[in-house]
């Protein structure tokens, strides 16, 4: 089994910044791939991006590409999303999930992921 805790989330103004932290505990030697997604209330679940744990190679989604940036600290076993220039449109609850196996096609989906966190909440004001 592997733990997810995500944290870094708050309120900020149009144009800020922020960065999210997800550390992972238990198993993670069978990590794989981390990914961050999001959800707004009423929405879908929508891929922010992923990367690989061994190679650090990163993927974003077409709206994310540009502002959002996804690093890895592999000894602390923590993914981050650093987040700039934010819009109100990014308000959300951000997930990481984490998968034991990269499967092509199945990494920009939430069901490609075995282990979520609780997610942390981004408010951007207007």
């Known amino acids: 089994q592997v733990q997810l805790v995500e944290s870094g989330g708050g309120l900020v103004q149009t144009g800020g910044s922020l960065r999210l932290s997800c550390a992972g505990s238990g198993r993670t030697s069978s990590i794989a791939v981390m990914g961050w997604f999001r959800q707004a209330p009423g929405k879908e679940r929508e891929f922010v991006g992923r990367?690989?744990?061994?190679?650090?190679?990163?993927t974003y989604a077409d709206s994310m590409r540009g502002r959002f940036t996804i690093s890895r600290d592999i000894e602390q076993n923590t993914v981050f999303l650093q987040m700039n220039s934010l819009k109100p449109e990014d308000t959300a609850v951000y997930y990481c999930g984490a998968a034991n196996t990269y499967t092509i096609g199945r990494m920009r989906s939430s069901g490609g992921y075995d282990y979520w966190g609780q997610g942390t909440q981004v408010t951007v004001s207007s």
């Open positions: 990367i690989t744990w061994s190679g650090g190679t990163t």
